[in-house]
């Protein structure tokens, strides 16, 4: 079993930045592949980023040159750098974990967190 517990989130002005960070416990933390979701109101939750053991990452086009998904596996932590961020943006976003070595394998998570709000105003 793996908990994953994020924070960082908050509300920000567009333009703006904010770091998202995910600390997870339960397995060795090298051996999951992470990344980050998130979820609009109305809208069904979507993939952001990812990133495998070895540091390979990611992005889906929405977020590309604005977010940057990086890991300590020293620290079992991953954090999501989230910079330009737009009100399309607003959406609880969600750490993932998957059991893989790959960054595909984190579309078809095995562990979730709880979530943290991202709120950007216009």
């Known amino acids: 079993q793996v908990q994953l517990v994020e924070s960082g989130g908050g509300w920000v002005q567009a333009g703006g930045s904010l770091r998202l960070s995910c600390a997870a416990s339960g397995r060795t933390f090298s051996t999951l592949a992470m990344g980050w979701f998130r979820q609009a109101p109305g809208k069904e939750r979507e993939f952001v980023a990812a990133i495998n053991w070895i540091g390979n990452t990611y992005n889906a086009d929405s977020v590309k040159g604005r977010f940057t998904i990086s890991r300590d596996n020293a620290k079992n932590t991953v954090d999501l750098q989230m910079s330009s961020l737009n009100p399309e943006d607003t959406a609880v976003y969600y750490c993932?974990?998957?059991?893989?070595?790959?960054?595909?394998?984190?579309?078809?998570?095995?562990?979730w967190g709880q979530g943290t709000q991202v709120t950007v105003s216009s």
């Open positions: 993932a974990a998957a059991r893989g070595s790959r960054t595909v394998d984190v579309r078809t998570p095995d562990y």
